[in-house]
């Protein structure tokens, strides 16, 4: 797993330098639309019937505020429209990013 090495807000963009030297970008509207919280996705029962979630697929001027790492592997950011709740792996961010 590759990790962070230091993680900045600038403008409206998260800038992630990684440990193998790539650097990412992360608009931070596309940062809250791609929360993968139950909030955002939903979850599923046993029987795959879903629950919760949002069809909302754009937050325009939402920002960062804030972020925290989760144990070793993740990353919680904390949105200036009251989110928090998405806990995004570093894997995650790295896909996001080429996308």
Known sequence: MIRPLNI????????????????????MEKLRAASPS??????R????K?????DQKEYPGVTVTGW???????L???????HCTGIYP???LRRLADE
């Open 50 to 54: 879903q629950y919760g979630g949002t």
């Open 8 to 27: 900045a807000a600038i403008g409206n963009e998260i800038a992630i330098a990684w440990e193998d030297g790539k650097e990412s970008f992360l608009p």
């Open 45 to 48: 029962d046993l029987l795959g």
């Open 68 to 74: 925290k790492s989760v144990g070793g592997y993740a």
């Open 76 to 82: 919680l950011f904390e949105f200036s429209d009251g």
């Open 38 to 43: 139950a909030e955002n996705i939903g979850e």
């Open 90 to 92: 570093f894997d995650y």
